[in-house]
């Protein structure tokens, strides 16, 4: 059994900061692929970033590349995405989201992970 835990969200202003973090749950899951997602009211979930367990590549949407950054610990079996220069845009409900194996190319962007938190919720008003 795995359990995903995000933390962090909140309200802020524009050009606020934030960071939100996610924990799995399990001596024995080792996640291969994690990732954040975030679904703004009214639209579809999209791919925010992703970063597999090993190895130095990470993936980040258009839209947050330059103001977000994702980093892992691994011993901890945990995700964090640092959110700076925060717009109105970024209001949405982030998910993280693991899965064990390691995501090869685009496949890192596609909404196929094998678990998924409950989300938390980032407003950004102006």
């Known amino acids: 059994q795995v359990e995903l835990v995000e933390s962090g969200g909140g309200s802020v202003q524009v050009g606020d900061s934030l960071r939100l973090s996610c924990a799995a749950s399990g001596r024995t899951f080792r996640s291969g692929t994690m990732g954040w997602f975030r679904q703004p009211p009214g639209k579809e979930r999209e791919f925010v970033a992703g970063i597999r367990r090993t190895g130095p590549y990470i993936d980040y949407a258009d839209s947050v590349k330059g103001r977000f950054t994702m980093s892992r610990d691994n011993a901890k079996n945990s995700v964090y995405l640092q959110m700076n220069s925060l717009k109105p845009e970024d209001t949405a409900v982030y998910y993280c989201?693991?899965?064990?194996?390691?995501?090869?190319?685009?496949?890192?962007?596609?909404?196929?992970?094998?678990?998924w938190g409950q989300g938390t919720q980032v407003t950004v008003s102006s």
């Open positions: 989201a693991a899965d064990s194996s390691a995501k090869i190319g685009l496949a890192m962007r596609n909404p196929d992970y094998d678990y």
